[in-house]
């Protein structure tokens, strides 16, 4: 596998405000990366820099192997801006049409694609509409089908449901899949965590414009959990058993929590404790979710 | 060509705005009126009995068509400027022109597509106008002026040439900023300009070189009175003064100096937008 973004210690000033600090990032090809952080933590300016709208201030990168800034590397990549503004004129049609030409996409290629696209996002009958007339989630669906025309290796979704009801968000949702399984990088800007924990492979945490972890989502699922259990009958012996299973336990009366490496120890824990005479009331696993990992590292303050 | 895509969006654009519509109007509205009021000027001063030679007549058929390009080439400069004052910086500002520029184009293409788009408009717009004007004027009076094909090229340098300037402040400033700078330099250039001319009659040299400086700073009203001095009769040249032609008249190298400047403004424009984060 070859990065698809590589990027070494970006960083866009603008006079004294620092929009972000340090951006240092690997994404893999074919990988779903959300980009998490709190408002104005600089994700839309990092993604800016990627797709050279914004020059940065220093450090280097690289997307789809090509420096920074060069249009060459833009013929395979996709973009839905986050406040999808369009040429508003424009019907659905002439206006796929428009951001096909500017892909190059030949002409007999390009009047299949435009209805597939309309197709797949479900405006297929609002194809001669203007774009003036379009709610705001059809309006980010036609975005979207926009950013699809050239079938991109790498796609930039910047709040890509952010307009969307229920419905608009399990259908990106299922774009991302399907364009994940084709093998084309998926960048997700997203502060709608529950979107991204379903969605993403991998997560980078960005905070004052600065990546504080990048984390795979599978070893927040598949990590150390804590469980915590209610129980009469808890004695010392018992106590120093559960060790074998895990650490960090703590025994407070009837309750008592423990950290495993695994959640596959639950029910060995269970038998262990049945067959000692302890009485159990509740054993609840307490996984760590995005959000907790979100404060976690984020911290609390969220965006100001 | 995704220069030519680019062009004809902002064509396209710029024909569906309703300032086209308007000028179109009052394009018409001015031909005929033009028409009209020509037909029967033409009409008294050839019937009249004491009939002037064909020299005068000529004469006030010049001071006629020049009056009628005056006005085509004020509305094809409004025209340059009002179409394109907000087409960079209304993009930016509404974003638009993000999924624009995220495309595997480079940036002097848009902005070179742009210019191309709005060059193809005004030049239909000059060529529709000047061309109704002297089209009227040859059919009612069998008149045409002299080198009127080199005094439409300056006309249409004219319009070129604040499509550049206001290309090149879109690229930075807000709209609004953008059309109090063009608008003041064209001020600049029109108040220089008759400076200039009041200056070379009452032989004032100062007067002269303030002029001169406003028509450095930029060229387009020393363009039209490089026009109007080609298209003018030649015996208004004997003659000297008429309001329409030129007492001292812009050189060969103002009309140099006119294109070289229109082609830096283009390429400031690129270089300021291609600079630029968006």
Redesign the interface.
Known sequence: MSATISTRGLKKEYGDKIAVADLTLDVEQGEVFGFLGPNGAGKTTAV?ML?????PTSGRGEILGAPLGN?????K?G?L?E?F???D?LTAEEFLR??G????VSSGLLETRIAELLDLVGLERHAEKKLRAFSKGMLQRI?LA?ALLNEPDLIFLDEPTSGLDPVGRRLVRDIIRDLSAGGTTVFLNSHLLSEVEITCDRVAFIRQGEVLTTSSLQSLVEGELTVEIRASNLNQAVLDGLARWGDNIRADGDHLSLTLSSEADMPAINRFLVENGVDIYAIRPKQLSLEDLFIQVVGTEGGL | M?IF?IAR?TFR?AA?RKILLAALLLGLIYLAIYGVGFYYVNQDTTSSQFGPGLLELNQIRNFLFMAGLYVVNFLTVMMAVLTSVDTLSGEIA???I?????????RWEIVFGKWLGFVGMLSLYLLLMAGGTIVLVYAISGYIAPNVLRGLSLIWLNAILLLGVSLAGGAVLSTLANGVLVFGMFGIAFVGGWIEQIGSFIQNQTAVNVGIVSSLLIPSEALWKRAAFEMQSPLVSALGFSPFTAASMPSQVMVFYGMIYAVLALMLAIRLFS?R??
Request: without cysteine.
């Open positions: 800016k797709l050279g709208l914004i020059s249009h060459r590397a833009r013929e990549v973009f801006p406040h503004r369009f040429h004129w428009l951001h030409n500017l892909y190059r975005g926009q | 995704t895509v969006l654009e569906r509404s974003g638009t993000h999924t624009l520029v995220s495309k595997p184009l480079q600079k984060d968006l």
